[in-house]
């Protein structure tokens, strides 16, 4: 070593140690920067995210309690709301059953009618038209089953209802403006008991009886079959009417 | 006082880092950390190497070279891989840099008691 000259490794040496510094110091300034992007707005952002969901949590709170307080306001009220509701629906299942749109089951009687295809055969040169059956002797004996208490009655499948006819065409008799043909079998639900005597005491009966028609009944016992009644599918008109109560109640 | 130039270069280096700002991207910040570890380790090398005499600036500057990029290699081949394998060089050079420091210590502390002679009085205590 002389001292007048430097040693052939200081600026080797002097080099490597700057490089070290001036990676050292780089990498202290990434590191730095990588803890502030990753902390610093991070969590202001998380910050103001907690401030909101608080304030939404305590707004929430808030709406939750008003509502809590509407539902018991609620609850009181449909106690009264659900028993108007229950009356109205069982009022409008009385309308509809009165109005014979609904099918309908109980206890009743049968009758079974027909023409009197022997009475006919035997004597072939009288009228025929005192061997078959009516549109009259339906009628009457409807009447008859209605005048005994009959809560639904149907001729054939036809449920005979406030707008229903009991009619003749030709040689077609007509109950809903649908045709009908002999057997007829009238069904009602009611008092077996008084349409049994309805039917006893009923001219029309007795007199289709003697006459020789194939006429019986059938009452449903206790514990037999119940008749069922089908609904009414025809509509009701209501092109010209208008509810005088529907007046008076507004 | 020939200590105080290569001293002064990493004063110079701290300095000229903070006055300038390499635009260096946060994925390079592992490559860096090496680095600034491969340079350590050469600088403690070259002092050990001036210690035993046998020192060259070239083999040092080269060796400096050379350990680094196989470094920022295995710091890129652990990235792809998934695994880190630049923790193998910050181990090699660490395990260096002590045994480069040991061995200075040695010829400094040998050197120093040589020119007091103080081991011969120390060895008869």
Redesign the interface.
């Given at each position: 070593m002389k001292k007048s000259m430097?040693?052939?490794?200081?600026?080797?040496?002097?080099?490597?140690?700057?490089?070290?510094?001036?990676?050292?110091?780089?990498?202290l300034?990434?590191?730095s920067?990588?803890v502030t992007?990753s902390a610093d707005p991070k969590t202001e952002v998380l910050i103001s995210l907690i401030t909101n969901l608080e304030a939404e949590t305590a707004a929430l709170e808030d709406r939750l309690a008003s509502i809590r307080q509407e539902t018991e306001a609620l609850i009181g009220q449909a106690a009264t709301g659900e028993s108007q509701l229950t009356e109205l629906q069982n009022q409008l299942t009385q309308a509809q059953i009165q109005a014979g749109i609904t099918a309908l089951e109980g206890p009743g009687i049968t009758i079974q009618l027909d023409d009197n295809n022997s009475g006919l055969t035997s004597s072939p040169a009288d009228d025929p038209n005192r061997y078959i059956i009516h549109y009259e002797n339906l009628l009457y004996l409807v009447n008859d089953l209605r005048n005994a208490g009959a809560e639904g009655i149907s001729i054939n499948g036809q449920r005979i209802v406030v707008s229903s006819e009991i009619r003749c065409v030709g040689n077609v008799i007509l109950v809903n403006t649908t045709r009908l043909a002999p057997p007829f079998e009238i069904s009602a639900i009611g008092d077996p008991k008084a349409l049994e005597e309805a039917l006893a005491s009923s001219t029309t009966y007795q007199q289709l009886s003697l006459s020789g028609f194939p006429v019986s009944y059938k009452t449903t016992g206790s514990h037999s079959n119940n008749i069922s009644l089908p609904a009414y599918t025809g509509s009701f008109s209501t092109k010209n009417l208008t509810s005088a109560a529907h007046e008076e109640a507004s | 006082m020939v200590w105080l130039i290569p001293v002064l270069g990493l004063l110079a280096g701290i300095l000229l880092g903070s006055i300038i700002s390499l635009q260096i991207p946060l994925t390079m910040a592992k490559y860096l950390s090496i680095a600034v570890l491969a340079a350590l380790d050469s600088v403690l090398g070259g002092v050990r190497c001036i210690y035993e005499n046998n020192f060259n600036g070239l083999i040092l500057l080269s060796g400096f070279i050379s350990n680094a990029l196989l470094a920022a290699f295995l710091a890129f081949l652990g990235d792809q891989l998934n695994v880190d394998l630049y923790m193998a060089a910050v181990f090699v050079f660490g395990v260096r840099i002590f045994q480069n420091l040991s061995a200075i210590r040695h010829y400094v502390l040998s050197s120093f008691l040589k020119k007091h002679n103080l081991h011969a009085t120390q060895r008869k205590d």
């Open positions: 430097l040693p052939n490794w200081v600026p080797w040496l002097t080099f490597l140690l700057l490089l070290i510094g001036l990676f050292f110091v780089q990498e300034k990434i590191q920067a990588i992007a | -």
